[in-house]
Every structure is written in structure tokens, then in C-alpha cells.
């Protein structure tokens, strides 16, 4: 890193980030063109998979797959988004696998309900434990997009003994330390006052601003033009109370003090920071930096692509899955 340091890097990326709306994780496209999920279709299971015999008021689960499986896969998806976002893959690993997508409530038309109130990453995590544990799975392979990849990490470290394999696609372990001040070491406690700002922005913009920010965050996450459709109407259908207090919550959220604690293979999927002046190996840099407390894992670059790997890379995408779950 010849023009700046990976850690002043990493203040700088989000720097910017001071808006109203949605910044690292904000929606999700609807592949097969379908509906983004309202309180009645979540409540109907439609003839393409069914739902999860599980009682919760923090996220829904959809299943498809085979009558006997050679696995389980839990699938979850990111900051305001549906699990449709998932359905390439779900339609390339259904056939062998059991897939369990996660819709968290308050996200792309669910209703909120315990999603309302407290932390929404964190409780997301613990009631992925109990369901595991309910379903009676056996180390299922779990699978995140950013703040998916946050819930994945939680459940990972805190229940070693649940997890089978872990990958996490484009998120850090401490997306708050990229609003720190250029060389210091940022903590939750030094990045409150932003993450509280940003929450305070988020709840008390107009409605026009705050979609006329969430549809440029969802346009520059998603390289593939026609790809965008979906993520803008989950965006705006998400409940904001709830994708402001998440994404306040992420911002907060460090944990590479526990990622020691992780047991099963990870591997980390991501792609270069799309900021000024940022280079693949300042990207590289900053992940082996982020993830140094986590023995073993594996990071991986995907080039050419945004946020939404599964969207702008569908074909590399697969294909790192597949290697991953064989």
C-alpha cells in the first residue's frame, strides 16, 4: 500500500457514508422475477418450497430440496433484502441439498414484528441457533451476504459446535471501523456518535429523500443494470425502523475478538471497495487485516463484480459454492 495505509484505507472507505439511507447492504434483486415476500405471501407457502414449522418473531425460513438430502445449506441474505436473492442458487444446489432461506422480519415487505424493538443482527443469530437445534440439523453449511455474513459470523463463533462450514460474502467483521478517523484504531465506542448520526438521519429524512438515497445505494451495489429492479422494491417495502436500527447495529458490531472462537472452514468472498483511489491489493490488504484473528479462513477476490456477487457473477458465484459445500 504505496499511497495510504490499509487501516487509514478502511476509514476512508465509508467516509462518505454520513446519508440518510441505507449504506453498506440494502436490497436485493428478485432473479425469476418474482414479487418481493408481503405478510400474506410469507404466510402461504407457494408451490415452489414450503416454510419452516418454526415459531419466530425475528425472521421466517422458506425450504426447498430433495426428500433426501445430501445436506443442509442456511441461506441468509443482507440488510433490507428477501431471500430471493438467493433463488439461482437455490434452483443450482436444490436438487442435492436441503436450503433453508432466511427472511428476516422487517425486510423487503415482512412485517416487523420482535424485529421492531432491540438488536436485529444479534437476535436473528441466537434464534438461528434454536432453529438448527429445533430442526434437528447436523452442522449445516451457512451461507451470508454482508449483513447475512454478520448473522453468519454471530452464529459461528457462539455456537462453534452448530456450524459446519461458514462462507461470508463481502462483509467485514467491523464495517464501523471505516467511519473511524484516519489513523486511529476505531472501536465501537469511538464510532457510537457516527453510527448514532447515521441512525438519526435515517429515521427523520422525508420519505422522497430517504428512497432517493435508498435507490442510488441499491444502484451502485449491482453493476448489472437490469439486475436492479428487485433489490429497489424489497429496499422499499423494508420497514425503516428496522433497517436503521440493523444497520446502526452493524456499525457497532465488532467482532474480531470472537472469531477465534470459530470452528468450522470459513471462506470470505468479496470484491474491491468501490472508492477513489482504492486498489485490489489495498481491498486484499484490508481483508487479511480484518480477519486476522481467524485462523485458517480463506478470502477470496471476485473481480468485476459490486456488491451483489450472486447477481453481477452468478456463473463464478456457483462455482465457489459448489467447491466450497464438496
Known amino acids: 500500500m504505496k499511497t495510504m495505509t490499509a487501516a487509514a484505507a478502511l ?14 447492504d440494502h436490497g436485493t434483486h428478485h432473479p425469476g422475477g418474482h414479487a418481493p415476500a408481503t405478510a400474506q405471501s410469507a404466510a402461504v407457502p407457494d408451490q415452489s418450497h414450503q416454510h419452516a414449522d418454526f415459531e419466530s418473531g425475528r425472521f421466517h425460513v422458506r425450504i426447498d430440496g430433495p426428500e433426501h438430502p445430501i445436506g443442509d445449506v442456511i441461506l441468509i441474505p443482507g440488510l433490507s433484502s428477501s431471500p430471493e436473492v438467493w433463488d439461482g442458487l437455490t434452483d443450482e444446489l436444490k436438487d442435492r441439498y436441503r436450503i433453508h432461506r432466511i427472511h428476516v422480519q422487517g425486510f423487503a415487505g415482512a412485517p416487523a414484528k420482535d424485529n421492531a424493538q432491540g438488536r436485529v443482527a444479534a437476535s436473528v443469530a441466537a434464534d438461528l441457533a434454536r432453529y438448527i437445534r429445533q430442526q434437528g440439523l447436523n452442522k449445516p453449511a451457512v451461507i451470508g451476504h454482508s449483513m447475512g455474513g454478520t448473522i453468519g459470523l454471530m452464529l459461528a463463533a457462539r455456537n462453534p459446535d452448530l456450524v459446519g462450514k461458514l462462507m461470508v460474502v463481502d462483509m467485514m467483521p467491523f464495517i464501523g471501523a471505516m467511519f473511524g478517523t484516519p489513523g486511529t484504531n476505531p472501536t465501537a465506542a469511538s464510532v457510537a456518535p457516527i453510527a448514532e448520526q447515521i441512525y438519526a438521519g435515517m429515521m427523520s429524512s422525508p420519505d422522497p429523500e430517504y428512497q432517493a438515497q435508498a435507490a442510488a445505494t441499491v444502484t451502485g451495489m449491482i453493476n448489472t443494470e437490469a439486475l436492479r429492479a428487485g433489490p429497489l422494491e424489497d429496499a422499499a417495502t423494508s420497514d ?10 452493524l456499525i457497532l458490531t465488532d467482532l474480531r475478538p470472537e472469531l477465534a472462537r470459530i470452528t468450522a472452514p470459513t471462506e470470505v468472498l468479496y470484491v474491491v471497495f468501490n472508492f477513489p483511489g482504492m486498489t485490489p491489493e489495498m481491498t486484499d490488504g484490508i481483508y487479511r487485516m480484518s480477519f486476522a484473528t481467524l485462523p485458517g479462513v480463506t478470502l477470496k477476490r471476485i473481480d468485476d463484480s459490486a456488491h451483489f456477487i450472486m447477481l453481477d457473477q452468478p456463473a463464478r458465484f456457483t462455482a465457489e459454492v459448489n467447491a466450497f459445500l464438496e
Do not use: D, F, N, W
Not at 11 to 24: D, R
Not at 240 to 249: D, L, Q, T
Open 11 to 24: 476509514a476512508a472507505i465509508l467516509s462518505l457514508a454520513t446519508m440518510p439511507a441505507l449504506a453498506q
Open 240 to 249: 425503516r425502523r428496522v433497517s436503521a436500527s440493523a444497520y446502526r447495529e
